[in-house]
T-cell receptor, first 116, second 112 residues
Framework: KAGVTQTPRYLIKTRGQQVTLSCSPI?????VSWYQQTPGQGLQFLFE???????NKGNFPGRFSGRQFSNSRSEMNVSTLELGDSALYLC???????????????FGPGTRLTVT | AQRVTQPEKLLSVFKGAPVELKCNYS??????LFWYVQYSRQRLQLLLR??SRESIKGFTADLNKGETSFHLKKPFAQEEDSAMYYC??????????????FGRGTQLTVWP
């Protein structure tokens, strides 16, 4: 089956602009999580969506937002970009959890965002 | 706060030597522990999880709740094991919240 896809793969923006990243989960997966990866902070959780509802949010400013559509595709938006937002943004999808166990999260290739 | 610590940023061993990648966590509940691996130019993928108690690609990891550790071990390292390894946890096993807390990662290099 097709894996998690993310578009675009690379993006260059200038400070103050806004950006939207897209994630298409594996078919049948209803949970989508977003992570930011930087050399300084490592992998940090942004938010998780399940069936169009945000279930969990990391410690990021309100400039970072997301949403999930009825087909489970998800988008994240960053407004008023700052230089420190330059990072690899990873999306992961899973079936969710059941019976005391979390299903495996499958990661996409990431979107490399560079803010100049 | 939940925290995952991988004390070694870099680890080098020779082919055929044993390898151990350390992971310690701080959380008092019932976490679910994972090891993820990222090979060069590939996406992050799950290597193993403590509840399955499987051996994947010769790697094993035992959860030591007393020492709050989840070290990854392989008795005989291979060159193809060279990769970045991340230890991660979900704070409450079976939680509906699928948030993963990651360590900073250990870059393993296996020399021929």
């Amino acid at each position: 089956k097709a894996g998690v896809t993310q578009t675009p793969r690379y993006l260059i923006k200038t400070r103050g602009q806004q950006v939207t990243l897209s994630c298409s989960p594996i078919s049948g997966h209803r949970s989508v999580s977003w992570y930011q990866q930087t050399p300084g902070q490592g992998l940090q959780f942004l938010f998780e969506y399940f069936s169009e509802t945000q279930r969990n949010k990391g410690n990021f400013p309100g400039r970072f937002s997301g949403r999930q559509f009825s087909n489970s595709r998800s988008e994240m938006n960053v407004s008023t970009l700052e230089l420190g937002d330059s990072a690899l943004y990873l999306c992961a999808s899973s079936l969710g959890t059941t019976g005391g166990m979390s299903y495996e999260q499958y990661f996409g290739p990431g979107t490399r965002l560079t803010v100049t | 706060a939940q925290r995952v610590t991988q004390p070694e940023k870099l680890l080098s061993v020779f082919k055929g030597a044993p390898v151990e990648l350390k992971c310690n966590y701080s959380y008092s509940g019932s976490p679910e522990l994972f090891w993820y691996v990222q090979y060069s130019r590939q996406r992050l993928q799950l290597l193993l999880r403590h509840i399955s108690r499987e051996s994947i690609k010769g790697f094993t990891a035992d959860l030591n709740k007393g020492e709050t550790s989840f070290h990854l071990k392989k008795p005989f390292a291979q060159e193809e094991d060279s990769a970045m390894y991340y230890c991660a946890l979900i704070p409450d096993r079976g939680s509906t919240l699928g948030r993963l807390y990651f360590g900073r990662g250990t870059q393993l290099t296996v020399w021929p």
